[in-house]
């Protein structure tokens, strides 16, 4: 059975870094056709892709927040880490991690966001 | 950036009624489409993926279609539990890019 979870704070002050951990069961980390991307929801609001990061460690990030992202993986504890530097209250959303299945590396071609984490509600205020 | 219209953005339905949600990418994206289901308070639900192929365990009143730049996804008979916020989404390139959303209800 496939399942990742979300942990972290739910609250954040401006100008602080927030770490997000991803924790995966029922698939391994190591296997080459697999990876994880984190996506974000502001309340009421569209989903937003943040970055992936597979097996090899191949990672990419969205164009707008890649100065103040990073995504790395712990396979001994199953773990997906996002990190987010200097939180804004815009940054107030749902944070959800969700699996990519499929991958061939040669072509490129996955097949994303099979699974889903419930999502943590992450708020950022002093 | 690829951008992904979608519309319309809300709908109104009867039980029984035939849906239907349109994406429009940008630029082309072959086939590198998925549909996704989200409830309140919930996490997205794969619904379809590769534009048109079935995610396991979802109805199959379900149905998505196009290439390129223009897709579909249809509700052939729409029923109660599908009252939800629909997004596509394109995997095609670096940023991965969703739809706006469309929110379907049930008259």
């Known amino acids: 059975q496939v399942t990742l979870k979300e942990s972290g704070p739910v609250l954040v002050k401006p100008t602080e870094t927030l770490t997000l951990t991803c924790t995966v069961s029922?698939?391994?980390?190591?296997?080459?056709?697999?990876?994880v991307s984190w996506i974000r929801q502001p309340p009421g609001k569209a989903l937003e892709w943040l970055g992936n990061?597979?097996?090899?460690?191949?990672?990419s990030y969205t164009t707008s927040l890649k100065s103040r992202l990073s995504i790395s993986k712990d396979t001994s504890k199953s773990q997906v880490v996002l990190t987010m530097t200097n939180m804004d209250p815009v940054d107030t959303a749902t944070y959800y991690c969700?699996?990519?299945?499929?991958?061939?590396?040669?072509?490129?071609?996955?097949?994303?966001?099979?699974?889903w984490g419930q999502g943590t509600l992450v708020t950022v205020s002093s | 950036d690829i951008q992904m219209t979608q519309s319309p953005s809300s709908l109104s339905a009867s039980v029984g009624d035939r849906v239907t949600i349109t994406c429009r990418a940008s630029?082309?994206?072959?086939?590198?489409l998925g549909w996704y289901q989200q409830k309140p308070g919930k996490a997205p639900k794969c619904l379809i993926y590769?534009?048109?192929s079935l995610q396991s365990g979802v109805p199959s009143r379900f149905s998505g279609s196009g290439s390129g730049t223009e897709f579909t996804l249809t509700i052939s008979s729409l029923q109660p539990d599908d009252s939800a916020t629909y997004y596509c989404?394109?995997?095609?390139?670096?940023?991965?890019?969703f739809g706006g959303g469309t929110k379907v209800e049930i008259k």
């Open positions: 989404l394109q995997h095609n390139s670096y940023p991965l890019t």
């Open positions: 969700a699996r990519i299945s499929e991958y061939d590396f040669w072509s490129g071609y996955y097949r994303p966001f099979d699974f």
């Open positions: 630029q082309g994206i072959r086939d590198d």
């Open positions: 990061i597979f097996s090899s460690d191949e990672k």
């Open positions: 590769a534009a048109s």
């Open positions: 029922g698939f391994s980390l190591t296997n080459a056709r697999m990876g």
